[in-house]
């Protein structure tokens, strides 16, 4: 690192002749020209693409593939060298290394990933990626992002015109854990626009409602916010996991009586376990006669918006999945799914026929952890599982990439039948 500049005159013309007035030093580098090498950069940009398009992006969505090369903490240390050097790595080095950082990360593009509430691949969005982060600029003002500041609005507008709102405005948030935030702030503004200058200090005590199939990054707006998670009142989901209207009224009347003023109720629109969706205008209705904001987490449901053509495509695998859960010996479908997660046990041999044993419960909620486990050291295959109430741990497939095929559901559905037919009962 420069610990200081060395003010030392150089010879007054360079070597082709051009002509210096103070040239400086810095740990011995002269610093009279760019400190990069463009054309040096350039190739290894080429090259660097060059392997994120074998690697991850051709790899990444090869079904013959593996979705992970699963290593040990320990192991997987120390294969990629992570000690930070003082001295800098030649090219072949770094692409060595991309290369790594590739084949060890999981690959969320697999047809065969089905862990979290994102999957696959779009390659054009992908492109856009490379020239927001290339231009590396700020949407504040348009002086440094005219394209992109009327590119927002555009798309904003278009959004609207989408839901159905002919007056409306909005913006871009990093994730829904910040939209709920954003929400909350607003809303609580909305009713006491004096927090802004004074805080919370003078302002009552106030209550937020949400169900309890929602988000945590609802209590976590809370005590981020200065509210505290005290403030936040769970309301009661139905067996599938929609917030039910009459246990959120009686919730409002709860947080009334011990002096709490009602100022959001956060509905959801696709539950990140079941993919269940409030019932909204009866939600509405309560808010409107309470007076109380009412904000919709859709970051995983919203999409159901924009599109009444092309939903069925999603709905078609989705329920190709489903069938086939009822017809394999075996597994069992935890209810009829209302979105695109599907949510099923896999009875393994060991435990068929014993499912009125007392230990039965017990030993089914070890069977998803034991195949998952074997999934993802084998690489083949990523699902997410959990219990859920009095619910023992179930598979939550997530059935969002567009790269799913049917084919890929059944491999799906054998590789639990091969793994689980090792499962044993402690």
Not at 83 to 88: E, I, P, Q, R
Not at 171 to 197: D, H, Q, T, W
Not at 372 to 390: A, C, F, I, R, S
């Amino acid at each position: 690192m420069a610990t200081g500049l060395e003010g030392k005159r150089q010879n007054k013309h360079d070597v082709n002749g051009t002509q210096r007035k103070h040239p400086l030093t810095v740990d011995g580098i002269l610093l009279d020209r760019p400190l990069n090498d463009p054309k040096g950069g350039e190739q290894f940009v080429q090259d660097a693409f060059q392997v994120i398009l074998d690697e991850a992006i051709r790899k990444g969505t090869d079904v013959d593939e593996q979705v992970c090369e699963w290593k040990e903490p320990d192991e997987l240390r120390a294969l990629l060298d992570l000690d930070l050097v003082d001295a800098g790595e030649p090219s072949e080095k770094l692409l060595e290394r991309c290369r790594d950082v590739i084949r060890y990360s999981v690959k969320t593009i697999h047809p065969r990933f089905y862990n979290q509430l994102f999957a696959g691949l779009d390659h054009h969005s992908l492109v856009g990626r490379y020239i927001t982060e290339t231009l590396n600029t700020s949407q504040y003002t348009y002086e440094i992002a005219p394209v992109f500041v009327l590119m927002e609005e555009v798309v904003l507008k278009k959004l609207c015109e989408l839901i159905g709102w002919k007056n409306c405005d909005g913006l871009f948030c990093p994730g829904g854990s910040m939209s709920n935030m954003y929400a909350m702030n607003v809303a609580r503004y909305k009713l006491f626009p004096e927090i802004k200058k004074r805080g919370l200090w003078e302002l009552p005590r106030m209550a937020v409602f949400t169900s309890k199939e929602s988000h945590y990054s609802v209590t976590k707006g809370a005590a981020f916010q200065g509210l505290g998670t005290d403030s936040v009142y769970m309301v009661k989901a139905d067996e599938r996991g929609r917030m039910i209207p009459k246990e959120l009224e009686e919730q409002i009347s709860i947080a009334k009586s011990k002096g709490a003023v009602p100022f959001l109720v956060n509905a959801t629109s696709g539950t990140t376990v079941f993919g269940a969706f409030d019932p909204l205008p009866e939600i509405a209705d309560i808010c409107e006669k309470q007076g109380i904001w009412l904000h919709v987490d859709a970051a995983w449901g919203g999409s159901a918006l924009l599109s009444k053509k092309h939903r069925h495509l999603l709905t078609g695998i989705e329920r190709y999945l489903v069938n086939e859960i009822k017809e394999r010996p075996g597994f069992r479908l935890l209810m009829e799914p209302q979105f695109v997660n599907v949510c099923f046990w896999y009875i393994p041999p060991s435990l068929q026929g014993k499912e009125d044993t007392p230990d039965f419960q017990k030993n089914l909620g070890k069977v998803a952890p034991f195949i998952k486990e074997q999934m993802v050291k084998q690489g083949t295959v990523m699902v997410g599982y959990q219990p859920h109430g009095n619910n023992v741990n179930f598979f939550r497939q997530v059935l969002v990439s567009p790269r799913v095929s049917l084919d890929d559901l059944d491999f799906f559905m054998n590789e639990i039948q091969r793994l689980g037919s090792d499962f044993q009962p402690q």
